[in-house]
């Protein structure tokens, strides 16, 4: 009996050693896990490149006046700065002039904000009917090929995955139709 248990230890050793090795040959000739660069969909696609660039041109114009505001800033900073040096003004007006500087550079912080946090709720807004488009094709692409998950590669953080399992050229394609 000693020796039919040794055998069949023997026995069921091997199997285990064939079947993980019979699954790592089968895991390495078809990927099951899929991944897709959702920045690099946004930027490759037509319908991506045209949100962005309808984008940038109403973030130019408020750029713009931002950038009036700052030279007005300047300006005034400057002269008031000259003043101060060539001690031109009395100490009243420096103040005055001081103050009314300050008053301009916190209402220019508060529309810079103001600013900012409207482009970036424009930017999600415009992106996010093709954001969504992408996830779903991932998806979809994954359960047709029978993936056991298909990952975002800038949010998941992937340091390396094979080509065969980028499914990004194919979701460019699906979120451009």
Do not use: H
Request: aromatic share 4%; hydrophobic share 40%.
């Amino acid at each position: 009996m000693k020796g039919n248990s040794k055998l069949l230890i023997l026995t069921l050793a091997l199997a285990v050693i064939f079947l993980a090795g019979a699954s790592r040959e089968a895991m390495a000739q078809q990927p099951n896990i899929g991944v897709f660069d959702l920045q690099k969909v946004l930027n490759d696609s037509k319908k991506g490149q045209a949100a962005r660039k309808k984008l940038e041109s109403t973030f130019k114009k408020k750029q713009e006046e931002l950038k009036k505001k700052e030279e007005t800033i300047t300006k005034q900073r400057n002269e008031l700065v000259k003043m101060v040096e060539s001690r031109s003004g009395n100490q009243e007006e420096m103040r005055k002039r001081d103050g009314e500087l300050q008053k301009l550079m916190v209402a220019y912080q508060a529309e810079l904000g103001k600013a900012n946090e409207t482009m970036r709720t424009d930017e999600e807004a415009a992106l996010k009917p093709l954001v969504d488009k992408a996830v779903k094709t991932a998806g979809d692409l994954g359960r047709a090929r029978g993936y056991i998950a298909v990952i975002e590669v800038q949010q998941a953080g992937v340091v390396y995955a094979q080509d065969s399992m980028d499914l990004t050229a194919e979701i460019v394609k699906a979120v451009d139709k």
